[in-house]
């Protein structure tokens, strides 16, 4: 399992976060080239080398040219959905961008839809979230964790004047997240670094175990005196269990809705980023026959599947609690078998493999052209992953 530890002693921002990953090793070029698929103009980025606290560290700057426009939940949306990134970066992009509208309306009392990100600000948020999407994709890192977070002190200026540290919104977004508060009187962790973390971290704990195989250091803007204003990443591996603690359950019970519609709705489900939905026949109050529907989610898509749930179901009320989920490490190799070319799902822990399992779909295509049994076709692309994976 390949991961990342993030080490906020100086508190998290999206700029101090990416350069942290540039100076890990990811070339400035690639990720220039990567947010060109954004389509968005009007911004440079910079790399320069800085010291804080006498520590050399990474410096990205976003220069925002002047002229921009104020972006709405849409606008944003819009501007993600229609690049060419990958859809896992666009699919966490726009979750950790629901996460900050829907946090800036609760504070500042607006409407979702109406609420929007100032000009400057709105490009500005916009490359440093998928700027780290990017950062994790082309890394291939599988988990992220994160030491607590310390969020400074006094008092920071806003748009909306002058606000206590931590803002508002840094205070909302980090619901559920381990923090604390230090005296250098300055905003350390600001919005956009709490949505990052809060979407993306599995668990907030001291340095897990791991071979580490690149550290990077990112450079905020001040340089303190009292400590360097610098986030660390650390990169390796790790043979432990995959844990995600972090994972939602998202459950309720039906007894009034046509069957027909839980394959619309679970088909829906999965397409906006469910982990997992299934049904569950069971019996409720009068032994009437019903169904329950549970619906597997990181938590921050958890409002999303809510949403769909409420609109194309009968239910009145959802329940919905953390749990722990196990998996093993995935990988996928392919065989070329007598009737064709297969891939095949291996699952690890470590060097120990678990699970050996032919690709079903692909097995089931082949047994269909040729008129073979699916069962000889599984058999020998097993045979054939077992022999590789003894050989290695």
């Known amino acids: 399992?390949?991961?990342?530890?993030?080490?906020?002693?100086?508190?998290?921002?999206?700029?101090?976060?990416?350069?942290?990953?540039?100076?890990?090793?990811?070339?400035?070029?690639?990720?220039?080239?990567?947010?060109?698929?954004?389509?968005?103009?009007?911004?440079?980025?910079?790399?320069?080398?800085?010291?804080?606290?006498?520590?050399?560290?990474?410096?990205?700057?976003?220069?925002?040219?002047?002229?921009?426009?104020?972006?709405?939940?849409?606008?944003?949306?819009?501007?993600?959905?229609?690049?060419?990134?990958?859809?896992?970066?666009?699919?966490?992009?726009?979750?950790?961008?629901?996460?900050?509208?829907?946090?800036?309306?609760?504070?500042?009392?607006?409407?979702?839809?109406?609420?929007?990100?100032?000009?400057?600000?709105?490009?500005?948020?916009?490359?440093?979230?998928?700027?780290?999407?990017?950062?994790?994709?082309?890394?291939?890192?599988?988990?992220l964790y994160c030491s607590p977070i310390n969020l400074g002190s006094g008092a920071v200026r806003t748009d909306h004047?002058?606000?206590?540290?931590?803002?508002?919104?840094?205070?909302?977004?980090?619901?559920?997240v381990t923090v604390y508060s230090s005296s250098i009187p300055s905003e350390l962790t600001t919005p956009t670094g709490s949505a990052i973390v809060a979407a993306l971290v599995q668990d907030f704990t001291p340095l897990p175990r791991m071979e580490i195989e690149a550290i990077g250091y990112g450079a905020g803007e001040k340089d303190f005196k009292e400590q360097p204003n610098i986030l660390r990443v650390f990169i390796g591996r790790s043979e432990q269990h995959v844990v995600d603690r972090g994972i939602k359950v998202i459950e309720t019970n039906i007894d009034d809705m046509n069957p027909q519609i839980y394959e619309y709705v679970i088909d829906k489900l999965l397409e906006k980023g469910a982990l997992d939905a299934f049904i569950t026949p069971i019996l409720m109050k009068k032994t009437r026959p019903a169904s329950k529907l549970t619906v597997l989610?990181?938590?921050?898509?958890?409002?999303?599947?809510?949403?769909?749930?409420?609109?194309?179901?009968?239910?009145?009320?959802?329940?919905?609690?953390?749990?722990?989920?196990?998996?093993?490490?995935?990988?996928?190799?392919?065989?070329?078998?007598?009737?064709?070319?297969?891939?095949?799902?291996?699952?690890?822990?470590?060097?120990?493999?678990?699970?050996?399992?032919?690709?079903?779909?692909?097995c089931k295509t082949i047994a269909l052209e040729k008129g073979i049994p699916i069962k000889e076709i599984m058999d020998e692309a097993k045979a054939l992953a077992i022999a590789r994976i003894s050989s290695a």
């Open 297 to 362: 989610s990181d938590s921050s898509n958890v409002e999303q599947l809510t949403d769909i749930i409420f609109k194309e179901t009968t239910t009145f009320g959802l329940r919905v609690f953390e749990a722990e989920r196990r998996i093993l490490e995935r990988e996928f190799i392919g065989v070329e078998t007598a009737f064709g070319r297969v891939n095949v799902k291996i699952g690890r822990m470590g060097k120990q493999t678990y699970k050996v399992q032919p690709e079903y779909e692909e």
């Open 161 to 176: 004047g002058l606000l206590p540290v931590p803002a508002p919104v840094t205070c909302e977004l980090l619901r559920g």
């Open 1 to 143: 399992m390949r991961i990342a530890y993030l080490d906020c002693p100086s508190g998290i921002s999206g700029d101090m976060l990416i350069a942290a990953f540039v100076s890990s090793g990811i070339k400035i070029e690639t990720l220039k080239r990567e947010l060109s698929r954004l389509k968005l103009n009007g911004y440079e980025i910079r790399q320069r080398t800085v010291k804080r606290a006498g520590l050399k560290a990474t410096k990205i700057d976003v220069k925002i040219r002047k002229g921009q426009t104020e972006r709405r939940w849409a606008d944003v949306r819009n501007i993600i959905e229609k690049s060419s990134l990958s859809n896992g970066v666009k699919q966490r992009a726009i979750n950790i961008f629901r996460l900050i509208f829907k946090a800036e309306a609760k504070v500042h009392g607006g409407d979702f839809n109406r609420i929007h990100l100032h000009e400057l600000g709105a490009v500005d948020c916009i490359i440093d979230i998928v700027g780290t999407l990017v950062c994790l994709e082309y890394l291939r890192i599988d988990r």
